[in-house]
């Protein structure tokens, strides 16, 4: 049921990436949705990953899920860095499914 869970709140998710215009104009307000998990990296000048981070928002809508910091920060590092993830916002959302089903928060 947990994973069901999980699931649902990660498919409803949406995918941001902060280096696009969109996401400059108009970042997710933390706290705005309770079952949206906001995917928000930052990206450095160049497509290699370098300076790639999560942003506050994505880090904190995981707490807000029961991750508690150290694991949020971890999780969003762990997608922000992957070089594979950069522009391919489908697999960045993938990504957390598979490591929100293996490490499910705990409440």
Request: aromatic fraction near 8%.
């Amino acid at each position: 049921m947990k994973a069901y869970l999980v699931a649902g709140i990660v498919l409803a998710s949406t995918v941001v990436a902060s280096g696009s215009a969109l996401a400059q104009q108009r970042p997710t307000k933390p706290g705005t949705d309770a079952y949206n998990i906001t995917i928000s990296c930052f990206r450095g000048p160049t497509r290699d990953v370098i300076w790639d981070r999560p942003n506050a928002v994505f880090v904190e809508d995981l707490v807000k899920i029961g991750y508690s910091y150290p694991q949020a920060h971890a999780i969003g590092e762990r997608i922000c860095r992957d070089e594979w993830g950069v522009g391919q916002h489908d697999y960045m959302r993938t990504s957390l499914l598979e490591i929100m089903a293996k490490t499910p928060p705990s409440h």
